[in-house]
């Protein structure tokens, strides 16, 4: 594969930090530097740390730790972090190709820096309809434009992708860019099954296209076991994977670590020393079988807050609206019946109802008047939804009634 084609001019532009390439040398035995301009950690004012689990146990960060929290370093992550979720990765993906992990500062951090180093100004990528709205408003300034591919209660429709791209009339401008969320999407928690899967990787070889696999929710899929990531079958070295966790890392192959590390250290210089460190000593003490324990704790707890939100939907809204009940994630995608502009009726009425909903019309890619709402059911108690399910049906009602909307 030539990778480099997936990567703008301006990204191969970019040139590694004078400065922080010194770094590495650091440890050499008998170094002496005065090339950097690190602080001096005799003058951090944090010594130490201790943080508290839920379970009551206690974390403690030493001052050595402290300090290397509190310095700046020249590559993408902390190397006892990075070690392990690679090892992750491994345990749980199994990726038939080589990988490299990169840390940022959270999701929006290292998603939109991926955008920025495979998306050009003016470029077409290929996206979901509907997908996530943070991705959305950075990739419309960065000049972005956007062939949607059709969604369904399983996810993205492989049939639509190669109807798209084996249609598109100058194979010279085709899009080279697949941007997926594939597990609870957001804003639909619709899922894509394993056989879906294996299509859109299948049509990505066709079409030499490269893979972004947004996965924020695969470890909160309710069903045992879960549907496989891109990442494990991806025998090319064509996904770019990111999870999340406090910190959210990704998965890239070698040629693309380098435009990374490149991106961070002429925007943040680095990541977060003392978020990370944070994580790596709880990740420390849990292992990978403590990890996975707890995501399925998670997991469980997100899947009865679903399961009393749809309990209060098919108690008010039957009828009155339509979903697909989601397998996995924390959130609900409700077309409103007789309703063809749900903004308005959001904006203008459930405000009055002291009723929080996302409109639909946020979501697509070009944006486009729509019936749909989005509602989030991981935050509000039982209790909470259920009333503001019926709000939501009082809602309708008024403006089916009213015929307004």
């Known amino acids: 594969m030539?990778?480099?084609?997936?990567?703008?001019?301006?990204?191969?532009?970019?040139?590694?930090?004078?400065?922080?390439?010194?770094q590495k040398y650091l440890g050499i035995p008998g170094m002496i530097s005065l090339g950097g301009g690190n602080p001096?950690?005799?003058?951090?004012?944090?010594?130490?740390?201790?943080?508290?689990?839920?379970?009551?146990?206690?974390?403690?960060?030493d001052e050595p730790a402290m300090q290397k929290a509190l310095q700046v370093r020249g590559r993408c992550g902390l190397g006892e972090l990075v070690k392990w979720l690679g090892d992750l990765?491994?345990?749980?993906?199994?990726?038939?190709?080589?990988?490299?992990?990169?840390?940022?500062?959270?999701?929006?951090?290292?998603?939109?820096?991926?955008?920025?180093?495979?998306?050009?100004?003016?470029?077409?990528?290929?996206?979901?309809?509907?997908?996530?709205?943070?991705?959305?408003a950075f990739l419309r300034p960065l000049g972005a434009k956007f062939?949607?591919?059709?969604?369904?209660?399983?996810?993205?429709?492989?049939?639509?992708?190669?109807?798209?791209?084996?249609?598109?009339?100058?194979?010279?401008?085709?899009?080279?860019i697949l941007y997926t969320i594939p597990i609870g999407g957001n804003p639909t928690g619709a899922s894509v099954t394993l056989e879906r899967k294996k299509q859109v990787y299948a049509i990505a070889k066709k079409y030499d296209l490269l893979i972004i696999e947004d996965d924020p929710y695969y470890y909160l899929q309710f069903a045992k076991p879960g549907v496989p990531s891109y990442l494990s079958m991806d025998v090319d070295g064509r996904v770019l994977r990111f999870d999340s966790l406090t910190v959210l890392w990704k998965k890239t192959h070698q040629i693309y670590l380098p435009c990374l590390c490149c991106l961070d250290q002429s925007t943040l210089l680095n990541t977060s020393g003392v978020s990370q460190t944070i994580v790596n000593a709880l990740l420390q003490r849990w292992q990978i079988p403590g990890f996975l324990s707890h995501v399925e704790g998670v997991a469980g707890f997100y899947e009865g807050k679903r399961d009393a939100f749809l309990k209060s939907a098919n108690k008010y809204l039957?009828?009155?609206?339509?979903?697909?009940?989601?397998?996995?994630?924390?959130?609900?995608?409700?077309?409103?019946?007789?309703?063809?502009?749900?903004?308005?009726?959001?904006?203008?009425?459930?405000?009055?109802?002291?009723?929080?909903?996302?409109p639909g019309f946020e979501f697509f890619p070009n944006q486009k008047t729509t019936s749909y709402v989005r509602a989030s059911y991981s935050t509000a108690t039982a209790e909470e939804m259920d009333e503001a399910v019926r709000r939501v049906a009082d809602l309708v009602r008024e403006a089916q009634k009213e015929g307004t909307f």
């Open 318 to 358: 039957t009828g009155l609206a339509e979903w697909t009940v989601p397998d996995s994630g924390m959130f609900v995608w409700l077309k409103l019946n007789g309703i063809s502009d749900s903004s308005r009726l959001v904006r203008e009425k459930a405000m009055e109802k002291k009723v929080l909903l996302v």
């Open 147 to 176: 062939a949607e591919i059709d969604t369904d209660g399983e996810g993205l429709v492989p049939d639509h992708l190669e109807k798209i791209l084996a249609t598109w009339q100058n194979p010279a401008t085709r899009p080279k």
């Open 89 to 136: 990765q491994t345990h749980v993906h199994n990726p038939p190709k080589p990988f490299d992990v990169c840390v940022g500062n959270g999701s929006q951090d290292v998603l939109t820096k991926a955008f920025e180093m495979c998306i050009g100004d003016g470029e077409v990528m290929l996206i979901e309809s509907p997908t996530y709205v943070g991705s959305l």
């Open 40 to 61: 001096n950690p005799s003058t951090f004012p944090l010594q130490s740390m201790t943080f508290t689990l839920r379970n009551g146990e206690t974390i403690n960060i």
């Open 2 to 22: 030539n990778y480099t084609r997936f990567l703008t001019a301006r990204s191969l532009a970019r040139a590694p930090s004078a400065i922080r390439s010194l």
